[in-house]
């Protein structure tokens, strides 16, 4: 199975910068099947990113994916209070669908 | 609007089986899957399987198969997933999620979550 690896582990950043989350894949899969969740605390997942790139409905575009083969990007162009959450990818490429581990993105 | 909710919290005793329903509204039910996934507490999301509400093809995820089955029911345009022969470590939050029909896929709409506490 495709093991994901999320970096940094936890993100600690102003409102108002740039945030930028890695997603590294341990092999290509479907080129471009990788997806990018928030989760609030209490709160069920809430999809970003699908295709590396689209933007969900309803995502401000603030949010952008980036990304090909191993290597995907989350960015958050200016972050708002309520964007501080854990984010989660996640490959849908290859069987089994495997998600990476989260990364926390804080107040500093 | 779409909306999956789910069943309520369960608490089982160690080697029990919990059944969890998934009830959807606001699209077509039969023109997508549904996939479970689980959180266990303080921990990450963790694939569980899809199936296809079209036609009831499913896709486990290994280290479950054998104690896990996933079922639709179309009239109801409700999912379900038993998992049986449960331990202390399948103590988590278990969430449907709506994904595309033909198998892998992002998934767009979420459920509430269903507690399923494991404890002798």
């Known amino acids: 199975e495709i093991v994901l690896t999320q970096s940094p582990g936890t993100l600690s950043l102003s409102p108002g910068e740039r945030a930028t989350l890695s997603c590294r894949a341990s092999?290509?899969?479907?080129?471009?099947?990788l997806a990018w969740y928030q989760q609030k605390p209490g709160q069920a997942p809430r999809l970003l990113i699908y295709?590396?790139?689209s933007r969900a409905t309803g995502i401000p575009d603030r949010f952008s994916g980036s990304g090909s083969g191993t290597d995907f990007t989350l960015t958050i162009s200016r972050l708002e209070p309520e964007d501080f959450a854990v984010y989660y990818c996640?490959?849908?490429?290859?069987?089994?669908?495997?998600f990476g581990q989260g990364t926390k993105l804080e107040i500093k | 609007q779409v909306q999956l909710v789910q069943s309520g919290a369960e608490v089982k005793k160690p080697g029990a089986s919990v059944k969890v329903s998934c009830k959807a509204s606001?699209?077509?039910?039969?023109?997508?899957?549904i996939s479970w996934v689980r959180q266990a507490p303080g921990q990450g999301l963790e694939w569980m399987g899809w199936?296809?509400?079209?036609?009831?093809?499913?896709n486990y995820a290994q280290k479950l198969k054998g104690r896990v089955t996933m079922t639709t029911d179309t009239s109801t345009s409700t999912a379900y997933m038993e998992l049986r022969s449960l331990r202390s470590d399948d103590t988590a939050l278990y969430y449907c999620?709506?994904?595309?029909?033909?198998?892998?896929?992002?998934?767009?709409?979420w459920g509430q979550g269903t507690l399923v506490t494991v404890s002798s």
């Open positions: 606001g699209y077509t039910f039969s023109s997508y899957g």
């Open positions: 199936i296809s509400a079209y036609n009831g093809d499913t």
């Open positions: 999620a709506r994904g595309c029909d033909g198998g892998s896929c992002y998934l767009d709409y």
């Open positions: 295709g590396a790139s």
């Open positions: 092999q290509s899969g479907s080129s471009r099947y």
């Open positions: 996640q490959q849908y490429g290859s069987s089994p669908d495997t």
